[in-house]
């Protein structure tokens, strides 16, 4: 029991767990859902990304993105944003989904269809001046003007642009998130998502209109998406959304305060916890170890509080809150009813097994390549050397069969292959995983390494690891 944590009484420790085995579906958050102010966790780079002056936001899948973009284009929740980080501007700024996903949404009635899309791409309309017909649309208050017409009229022109923005009277910022959904093919994407990059550029000299596109870690990694004079600005400026080790604990517990009856957080983990969450992490440590023990079983299998995100992390040793969160909830729905607490080691092993068939699962909804990749892979164990990797894809003709694959929301390829810059074409698979942070090369030994929370799912072995899932029969 951690130091000045009181005994588990049976009410208390059931509650705690019930809030507990709700918190893994309590990230996860579509383009345009709705976000629940009263439940958001201001974490510090949360508190970057979302001032309107920082244009561009990247992260990977389960971090964050659609979650503060969906926080910013509502109204409670976006002034709940501006009061967590004192933010005047944000708190008086107007938010709107510029684009959303592929089939727009109901809550977002300026973005652009994909019909639309592809009719201005069609009239060989400027990839800015597109965005641009997005942004007049929504400043005067036209939603059902097609953007064509909106074009056509000469607004998306640079003075008449100009004039536009000028007389805007109040802080406006579109919000642009998923735009790997805006097309099927890298080209287009790619495209598009450089008009964007372009209007959010020429907006920086305007105090009152400002874009903020959240994008993905690969999109960002490509060369050819900046390739535009200044473009370097945004680069540079960029805000990568993370999350530290201490913030997960902070989100986790503040979740739970939310869900249990007052009573029982006063009696079992306010004693433990500072009146302001993410302060110290001391503290976070003393109530998670009293909510799930102190080690993962006996001494040698090191601290609960460490061993959870070192065995979610990527390869940055980057936890996403979505995974942490599915961890902790499913270890609360393993844990045996008489283990004295709300979880233990053993229901925490199943937590990180179900987060990693999480994480790989998303993966596969935003990479559709990487089943046929990870498959591939399957029963290969790590570290080895690359050759090991790019021989396995190149026996199975994996590259052929991904390229062969009907393209659904997203483009079917990762876009190291589309681009055609890798020394092969599997070796071009291997630089995407190592984009996404899935796949590292350990400079040290010059072996290829999978961390965890990907390698238990993808079935691929690690001597002394957590055990692989095993293929269900």
């Not at 993966?363 to 498959?375: A, G, M, Q, S």
């Not at 570290?383 to 052929?400: D, F, G, K, Y």
Request: net charge positive; with cysteine.
């Amino acid at each position: 029991m951690s130091v000045g944590a009181p005994p588990w009484d049976n009410a208390s420790l059931m509650a705690v767990r019930e809030a507990l085995k709700g918190c893994e579906s309590s990230y996860d958050h579509e383009p345009g859902a709705h976000v629940d102010p009263e439940r958001m966790y201001a974490s510090a780079m949360q508190g970057i990304a979302a001032a309107v002056d920082r244009p561009l936001v990247v992260g990977g899948r389960g971090t964050g993105k659609s979650y503060l973009a969906n926080a910013l284009c509502g109204e409670k929740s976006r002034r709940r944003l501006a009061d967590a980080y004192n933010n005047m501007s944000l708190g008086r700024a107007r938010c709107f989904f510029g684009f959303v996903n592929r089939l727009g949404a109901a809550n977002a009635p300026f973005a652009p269809t994909a019909g639309e899309l592809e009719d201005m791409l069609a009239m060989r309309v400027a990839p800015d001046h597109i965005w641009r017909a997005v942004l007049c649309r929504y400043l005067r208050n036209r939603p059902a003007s097609p953007l064509a017409e909106v074009h056509q009229s000469g607004e998306t022109h640079d003075a008449a642009f100009q004039a536009v923005v000028l007389q805007t009277s109040r802080q406006v910022v579109m919000v642009c998130d998923a735009l790997d959904r805006s097309a099927t093919n890298w080209s287009v994407v790619r495209k598009l998502s450089r008009g964007l990059m372009q209007l959010a550029l020429d907006l920086r000299g305007f105090k009152r209109v400002n874009v903020k596109v959240f994008l993905r870690r690969d999109q960002f990694e490509d060369n050819a998406l900046f390739d535009f004079p200044d473009a370097s600005k945004l680069r540079t400026g960029a805000v990568d959304l993370h999350w530290e080790h201490d913030e997960l604990y902070g989100l986790l517990f503040k979740w739970i305060r939310a869900e249990i009856p007052k009573r029982y957080w006063a009696r079992s983990i306010a004693p433990l916890i500072p009146d302001r969450p993410g302060t110290n992490s001391d503290r976070h440590r003393a109530a998670f170890e009293h909510m799930a023990g102190e080690r993962m079983g006996y001494a040698k299998r090191g601290f609960t509080y460490t061993w959870v995100p070192r065995h979610l992390a990527d390869t940055t040793d980057r936890v996403s809150p979505r995974s942490f969160l599915v961890a902790i909830g499913r270890a609360a729905t393993a844990t045996r009813n008489d283990a004295g607490r709300p979880i233990d080691y053993r229901g925490i092993h199943e937590g990180v097994r179900a987060a990693s068939q999480t994480r790989v699962d998303e993966l596969k909804e935003d990479h559709p390549w990487i089943r046929t990749v990870l498959d591939d892979l399957e029963g290969l164990v790590v570290p080895c050397p690359a050759r090991e990797l790019t021989a396995r894809w190149r026996s199975r003709q994996t590259v052929s069969r991904i390229r062969a694959s009907e393209p659904d929301d997203v483009p079917v390829d990762p876009i190291t292959l589309a681009s055609g810059t890798s020394a092969s074409d599997e070796q071009a698979l291997l630089d995407a995983l190592v984009t996404l942070r899935v796949a590292e090369l350990r400079k040290a030994t010059n072996k290829i390494n999978v961390p965890d929370v990907y390698r238990v799912a993808a079935k691929i072995g690690r001597r002394g690891g957590v055990p692989p899932l095993r293929r269900r029969h």
